[in-house]
Each structure stands twice: as structure tokens, then as C-alpha cells.
T-cell receptor, first 117, second 117 residues
Framework: AQKVTQAQTEISVVEKEDVTLDCVYETRDTTYYLFWYKQPPSGELVFLIR??????QNEISGRYSWNFQKSTSSFNFTITASQVVDSAVYFCALSEKEMWGAQKLVFGQGTRLTINP | EAGVAQSPRYKIIEKRQSVAFWCNPI?????LYWYQQILGQGPKLLIQ????????DSQLPKDRFSAERLKGVDSTLKIQPAKLEDSAVYLC???????????????FGPGTRLTVL
């Protein structure tokens, strides 16, 4: 069965600090997809990134970067020079590809990130 | 491009009452999902539609929950009768999910926050 674990329930840092959110997953499939979503106080889940299991290249997008390591089944998310606007709950999710393209997401418990000015 | 629309944003009812939520997906998106997010947890999939057909409703409590997507566009999720433990945010998501697509991303609406008293 698929499972996603985000061991950090809450993280609080001071603005401009770097912060890493951990995500560990379990799956028996060789083809799968990993996602990160951001949920600000407004409640809407905002898509951040999708990574497939065959692409272990790390990715950087502005202040955000993601480190995917199949050997440890981890897909960690780092925010560099954090800002108050980064305060939100962040979810890691896993999906195995369905035959017709759609994906069934299994979410972790989420990490509440608070950036203090 | 308009995002996923949901209404109402908030609903307060007493236990044993009925309630319905509405979702309008992104135009052209074939797949529609309903998730339940209990406070402090990640979203959990309730039901998944491909056009107007149900693909997965294995986690839908069918004795009280029902959902439909009659014309393959917007969808309604109903709870009848509601219980205290149904208090949660109900999120709707949609995705393109074409059989020709090797990847797929779900986009979420703002959710409906249900409080059952």
C-alpha cells in the first residue's frame, strides 16, 4: 500500500533562514509520481511540483528546491531565504499512474511552516 | 483561465441534517475528485469521476454520502444524514487526465468548510 510520512508536524523559523521539509514515501510500484502542495490560510491547495520516479534530478525554482532520492525513498523540499509569505501548511503526496492518465493522490499529514518576521 | 469553483465556502448544520456541495472544474478537465480534509490531516480521496462515470468510490461512506456528475462537467456531493465526525473541509479537484497524457496534475478549489453541531 502507498504511504507518505511527513514527520515534522510544525516548524517555526525566523525570516531569511533556510528550512527543509522532509517527506518519506512507501510504494511497491516502480512507476510513481511525487508532488508537493502548499495550503495557505485561505485553504486552497496550490500545486508546487510534480516529479516522476524515473527522474532523480534535483530541481530549483527560485527560492524553492527539491531533493529526490530513491535510495532513501525521500522527496525533501527546501525553502531558501524564507519569507513570511511562505507561512502555510505543506503537503507531500504520492500517486501511482492509472492506465488512463489520472492519478490517485495519497497525502502526508502535512507540515505547518511558520515564518516569523 | 478560471480555476476550480466550489460553493458554498462555509456551511454549518446540525447532526442528522442534509447538506450538498457544488463543484465546477476547470474547463476541459475530464477528471474530477472530491476529497475530505479533517482538521490537522492531509486530504483523503472520497470519489473520483472520469467524465460522468465513477472510477473510484472505495473510500466513500455510501450509507450517507453520494455524489454525481451527470453531464460530465460540474458535480455535487451530498451528505444525508450528517454526523459530527463529518465536520471537515471538502475539497474538489480536477485534472486533464487524457489517456494520451503520461503525466497529470490535480488543481484544487478553495474548499467548503462544513461544521456539524
Amino acid at each position: 500500500a502507498q504511504k507518505v510520512t511527513q514527520a515534522q508536524t510544525e516548524i517555526s523559523v525566523v525570516e531569511k533562514e533556510d528550512v527543509t521539509l522532509d517527506c518519506v514515501y512507501e510504494t511497491r510500484d516502480t512507476t510513481y509520481y511525487l508532488f508537493w502542495y502548499k495550503q495557505p490560510p485561505s485553504g486552497e491547495l496550490v500545486f508546487l511540483i510534480r516529479r516522476n520516479s524515473f527522474d532523480e534530478q534535483n530541481e530549483i525554482s527560485g527560492r524553492y528546491s527539491w531533493n529526490f532520492q530513491k535510495s532513501t525513498s525521500s522527496f525533501n523540499f527546501t525553502i531558501t531565504a524564507s519569507q513570511v509569505v511562505d507561512s502555510a501548511v505543506y503537503f507531500c503526496a504520492l500517486s501511482e499512474k492509472e492506465m488512463w492518465g489520472a492519478q490517485k493522490l495519497v497525502f502526508g499529514q502535512g507540515t505547518r511552516l511558520t515564518i516569523n518576521p | 483561465e478560471a480555476g476550480v469553483a466550489q460553493s458554498p465556502r462555509y456551511k454549518i448544520i446540525e447532526k442528522r441534517q442534509s447538506v450538498a456541495f457544488w463543484c465546477n472544474p476547470i474547463s476541459g478537465h475530464a477528471t474530477l475528485y472530491w476529497y475530505q480534509q479533517i482538521l490537522g490531516q492531509g486530504p483523503k480521496l472520497l470519489i473520483q469521476f472520469q467524465n460522468n462515470g465513477v472510477v473510484d468510490d472505495s473510500q466513500l461512506p455510501k450509507d450517507r454520502f453520494s455524489a454525481e456528475r451527470l453531464k460530465g462537467v460540474d458535480s455535487t456531493l451530498k451528505i444525508q444524514p450528517a454526523k459530527l465526525e463529518d465536520s471537515a473541509v471538502y475539497l474538489c479537484a480536477s485534472s486533464l487526465a487524457s489517456h494520451r497524457s503520461s503525466t497529470d496534475t490535480q488543481y484544487f478549489g478553495p474548499g467548503t468548510r462544513l461544521t456539524v453541531l
